[in-house]
């Protein structure tokens, strides 16, 4: 699901970024972003639209390009927020994306001195049905291109307000059938059968490299990085899962996605999996390929293995293992990569 009507605009540094912002120390040649996050109002009644408004700062010398899915928008397509109400934190409904590697034009630069503003409403994909207190947080892991290229984590200040609820948002749901396919011609079935088969495969594979590798292995810290007895298990707990999913669940397939994605799904909304245009180019098995695209999908719901996306493609998942893997075995791309990797 593409983005839609982006609003974004340049603003001089000098007009002033209402709210407070954490402001992150200079990295990578100087370049701090800075977020803020502002609200309309400080209360809300019910289903009434809840306004925040995303101001991203670059303070630094450089011009710095930023992936436009890593912000808010009138279609958020991952989860770069943190809601809380009455201090608990809640789920996000909307959509994991398996992508590409980004183009130009997935990028929207920001100049030294400048600023770009976005206006969004959370409760379209984050769990606001219930009243209380709110508070909405942007954070996430920017990846730079342009003058500064590589990853900055910024975070914005907490948002708050009080919030009648809203009625859970119109998330597609899977339909009453016991496995198959939605929106798919012959041909496709075929390919995706053949996927859901290869998939079992590789999944049960990297299940079995784990149960016979207990103390971990050089593949293992390949893609989730230095051996820990906790984050083994917690990998060793998501092939298990994300196995007997492919192997004993309903999985819904639909081809009705035509966007520039290789798949996704809505992690609350097991088991149904969504595969859009770049699934279809892609190689029956090996790096980036549709069986592991499947078990990249099947890692991303609830029941599962609960993964994100904080990265993509292998250069960043393997650095991720590298430098942190308490989030490479959270990443949905290292569990796909470990999978299509096994001998």
């Known amino acids: 699901m593409r983005k839609k009507g982006i609003v974004m605009s340049a603003v001089l540094v000098g007009l002033v970024l209402a709210g407070a912002a954490l402001a992150l120390?200079?990295?990578?040649?100087?370049?701090?972003?800075?977020?803020?996050?502002?609200?309309?109002?400080?209360?809300?009644?019910?289903?009434?639209?809840?306004m925040l408004t995303f101001a991203l700062e670059n303070r630094g010398q450089l011009t710095v390009a930023v992936l436009k899915w890593q912000l808010p928008s009138d279609e958020i397509e991952a989860d770069i927020l943190e809601v809380r109400r009455n201090g608990e934190r809640v789920a996000y409904l909307g959509p994991l994306v398996k992508r590409p590697a980004p183009t130009p034009d997935d990028y929207v630069e920001i100049g030294p001195g400048e600023a770009i503003r976005v206006s969004f409403d959370p409760t379209a994909?984050?769990?606001?049905?219930?009243?209380?207190?709110y508070t909405v947080r942007y954070r996430a892991n920017l990846v730079l291109a342009g003058g500064t290229v590589g990853e900055l984590g910024v975070e914005s200040n907490p948002a708050s307000f009080w919030f009648e609820g809203v009625e859970r948002p119109a998330v597609p749901v899977v339909e009453n059938v016991i496995g198959g396919y939605s929106k798919c011609t012959t041909s496709q079935q075929a390919t995706l059968a053949t996927a859901h088969n290869n998939a079992i495969t590789i999944s049960?594979?990297?299940k079995s490299h784990l149960a016979n590798n207990p103390n971990g292995s050089a593949l293992y810290t390949r893609w989730f990085g230095t051996y820990?007895?906790?984050?083994?298990?917690?990998?060793?707990?998501?092939?298990?899962?994300?196995?007997?999913?492919?192997?004993?669940?309903n999985v819904v397939y639909d081809c009705g996605c035509k966007k520039p994605y290789y798949a996704y799904v809505y992690p609350s909304q097991p088991y149904k999996i969504y595969v859009c245009k770049v699934f279809w180019q892609a190689p029956a098995l090996g790096i980036d390929s549709q069986a592991g695209t499947l078990v990249h999908e099947m890692s991303h719901f609830y029941v599962t293995a609960s993964t994100d996306d904080y990265v993509y493609g292998q250069t960043n998942a393997l650095n991720l293992a590298a430098t942190q893997p308490d989030k490479a075995v959270d990443n949905a791309d290292n569990h796909e990569y470990f999978a299509e990797e096994q001998p």
């Open 25 to 50: 120390p200079p990295q990578r040649g100087g370049v701090p972003l800075v977020g803020s996050l502002t609200v309309e109002r400080t209360q809300f009644e019910r289903s009434e639209p809840v």
């Open 125 to 133: 994909v984050y769990d606001m049905a219930e009243r209380g207190e």
């Open 204 to 206: 049960g594979k990297a």
């Open 228 to 249: 820990t007895s906790t984050r083994f298990n917690l990998v060793k707990d998501h092939y298990l899962k994300i196995n007997d999913a492919f192997v004993t669940k």
